[in-house]
């Protein structure tokens, strides 16, 4: 195995993620990070042949950026009874990111790594040079809306397979036997198997990867993505998907690529590389609309706040406002929440990450009660204009919205929200469909409980 490859670590809150620089090969410097699918070890990665020579097709363009997910690889493990959610994955993005140097990059994306790549595009498209999607999607799980999607019993049945079969000689076998692999022979590609499962993690590491990207649900972020985008997926049945998810995306490319095989590094490679080396190559930095991000907002207020100052007075209640101010902005330090505004007894606050918006919420609500009163919050996650360092747009009016139909110490929330949650631990009861005043059409709210 070859031990001359530099690996570094950067530190994402209490973890340690894996990662390595390739040096560019050409004169051109757009770096380029690499989201691949969830099992990987980024030394035996080398030992894969043909593995080298489409990194080296990207350096191309720059520096290529590899890192193994938390829980994988000689990255920190975590958990297997709380699944690591997509937005603390994200927050591991930023850390390469920043532990590389690297200000923005294009970001290539594989496997259960679309979804992750689309949530920071979305969020941080200053970061964000482009997007290559490469024979991923936006969710697995089948739902009516999303027929081409894995049903609950299929996943549970693979999710069983996996575990059972991780780290073995016949499930490698498997593996080897379901897709076309070019140029590579099948002992080869089984022994390496075998050793790349051993090494990446147990079972329950692949297991807890394998749950979250079947949970999770970024459709309804795509909307929100200002960056150039590269869809490529197969031809025949997986075209239509491909193309349903580009059209998700504004401006989106759709490119049709040669083979039958699902897994990318099957068959095929280097049109892969070469179709993005092609799409980078063309991207300059002022076709991102930097003006458009992703966020999650959150508004709260206190309950019968009217009639708790009359008859209070209006020094006493001056005093307690001041108290629910400081909690909340407390609350809003420890879960890197940006303050809006604040009217009277209101906060309107943005996060890039709704997991903590939500868990601010309910810092919140938990933090206030100690001083007699209540609160309701509100949150959604959507498209945000950014105005002398201010957002607003629908988004803004829909989490107002949702903050309406919130009960005294309660947390409501969009579906959007619950969605790009899964595996934050966090669980919600349906409120059904609400008429938003002024939001067209009906929208679905949970209240966290």
Same mark, same amino acid.
């Given at each position: 195995?070859?031990?001359?490859?530099?690996?570094?670590?950067?530190?994402?809150?209490?973890?340690?993620?894996?990662?390595?620089?390739?040096?560019?090969?050409?004169? @051109?410097?757009?770096?380029?990070?690499?989201?691949?699918?969830?099992?990987?070890?980024?030394?035996?990665?080398?030992?894969?042949?043909?593995?080298?020579?489409?990194?080296?097709?990207?350096?191309?363009?720059? !520096?290529?950026?590899?890192? &193994?997910?938390?829980?994988?690889?000689?990255?920190?493990?975590? $958990?297997?009874?709380?699944?690591?959610?997509?937005?603390?994955?994200?927050?591991?993005?930023?850390?390469?990111? &920043?532990?590389?140097?690297?200000?923005?990059?294009?970001?290539?994306?594989?496997?259960?790594?679309?979804?992750?790549?689309?949530?920071?595009?979305?969020?941080?498209?200053?970061?964000?040079?482009?997007?290559?999607?490469?024979?991923? *999607?936006?969710?697995?799980? +089948?739902?009516?809306?999303?027929?081409?999607?894995?049903?609950?019993?299929?996943?549970?049945?693979?999710?069983?397979?996996?575990?059972?079969? +991780?780290? /073995?000689?016949?499930?490698?076998?498997?593996?080897?036997? *379901?897709?076309?692999?070019?140029?590579?022979?099948?002992?080869?590609?089984?022994?390496? +198997?075998?050793?790349?499962?051993?090494? =990446?993690?147990?079972?329950?590491?692949?297991?807890?990867?394998?749950?979250?990207?079947?949970?999770? &649900?970024?459709?309804?972020?795509?909307?929100?993505?200002?960056?150039? /985008?590269?869809?490529?997926?197969?031809?025949?049945?997986?075209?239509?998907?491909?193309? *349903?998810?580009? &059209?998700?995306?504004?401006?989106? $490319?759709?490119? #049709?690529?040669?083979?039958?095989?699902?897994?990318?590094? =099957?068959?095929?490679?280097?049109?892969?590389?070469?179709?993005?080396?092609?799409?980078?190559?063309?991207?300059?930095?002022?076709?991102?609309?930097?003006?458009?991000?992703?966020?999650?907002?959150?508004?709260?207020? #206190?309950?019968?706040?009217?009639?708790?100052?009359?008859?209070?007075?209006?020094?006493?209640?001056?005093?307690?406002?001041?108290?629910?101010?400081?909690?909340? !902005?407390?609350?809003? *330090?420890?879960?890197?929440?940006?303050?809006?505004?604040?009217?009277?007894?209101?906060?309107?606050?943005?996060?890039?990450?709704?997991?903590?918006?939500?868990?601010?919420?309910?810092?919140?609500?938990?933090?206030?009660?100690?001083?007699?009163?209540?609160?309701?919050?509100?949150?959604?996650?959507?498209?945000?204009?950014?105005?002398?360092?201010?957002?607003?747009?629908?988004?803004?009016? #829909?989490?107002?919205?949702? =903050?309406?139909?919130?009960?005294? =110490?309660?947390?409501?929330?969009?579906?959007?929200? @619950?969605?790009?949650?899964?595996?934050?631990?966090?669980?919600?009861?349906? $409120?059904?469909?609400?008429?938003?005043?002024?939001?067209?059409?009906?929208?679905?709210?949970?209240?966290?409980?």
């Amino acid at each position: 195995m070859p031990d001359e490859f530099d690996i570094r670590y950067a530190r994402s809150g209490d973890l340690h993620i894996a990662y390595e620089i390739v040096e560019p090969g050409g004169s @051109r410097r757009v770096d380029v990070l690499r989201i691949a699918a969830f099992v990987s070890n980024l030394q035996n990665n080398h030992a894969l042949p043909t593995y080298d020579e489409g990194l080296q097709r990207l350096a191309s363009l720059g !520096r290529v950026i590899n890192y &193994d997910n938390r829980g994988t690889g000689l990255s920190d493990r975590v $958990r297997a009874a709380r699944l690591p959610s997509i937005e603390e994955r994200m927050d591991d993005l930023r850390a390469v990111l &920043d532990a590389a140097g690297s200000e923005r990059a294009a970001l290539v994306c594989y496997s259960d790594g679309g979804p992750l790549g689309c949530l920071f595009a979305a969020t941080y498209p200053e970061r964000t040079v482009a997007l290559v999607l490469c024979n991923t *999607a936006p969710r697995i799980a +089948w739902a009516p809306d999303y027929p081409w999607g894995m049903r609950p019993e299929d996943f549970e049945h693979n999710l069983h397979e996996l575990e059972r079969g +991780w780290g /073995t000689r016949s499930y490698a076998e498997s593996m080897v036997r *379901a897709n076309s692999w070019e140029g590579i022979a099948d002992d080869v590609l089984v022994d390496w +198997w075998v050793t790349q499962m051993r090494l =990446s993690g147990g079972p329950g590491d692949a297991a807890t990867a394998f749950r979250l990207f079947y949970e999770s &649900d970024v459709r309804n972020v795509l909307g929100t993505i200002r960056v150039p /985008t590269l869809v490529l997926t197969r031809g025949g049945e997986m075209a239509a998907q491909g193309r *349903a998810f580009a &059209d998700l995306i504004p401006g989106a $490319r759709h490119g #049709i690529m040669p083979g039958t095989g699902k897994q990318v590094m =099957s068959e095929h490679r280097a049109a892969y590389s070469d179709a993005a080396i092609e799409f980078v190559g063309e991207i300059h930095e002022e076709d991102a609309e930097l003006e458009s991000i992703l966020a999650t907002v959150l508004f709260t207020d #206190i309950v019968d706040s009217t009639a708790r100052q009359a008859s209070m007075g209006d020094r006493r209640w001056t005093e307690l406002v001041e108290q629910h101010h400081r909690v909340v !902005r407390g609350a809003l *330090a420890r879960y890197r929440g940006r303050e809006l505004d604040t009217a009277g007894d209101g906060f309107f606050a943005a996060f890039d990450g709704p997991a903590r918006a939500v868990r601010c919420a309910q810092g919140i609500v938990e933090g206030v009660r100690e001083l007699g009163i209540e609160i309701r919050a509100g949150l959604h996650t959507g498209e945000c204009r950014t105005i002398d360092g201010k957002i607003g747009g629908l988004a803004v009016s #829909i989490g107002a919205r949702v =903050s309406a139909l919130a009960g005294p =110490s309660e947390v409501v929330v969009s579906q959007t929200v @619950r969605d790009l949650v899964a595996g934050s631990g966090l669980a919600f009861d349906d $409120r059904g469909e609400h008429a938003l005043k002024g939001v067209p059409g009906t929208w679905r709210a949970y209240v966290v409980v």
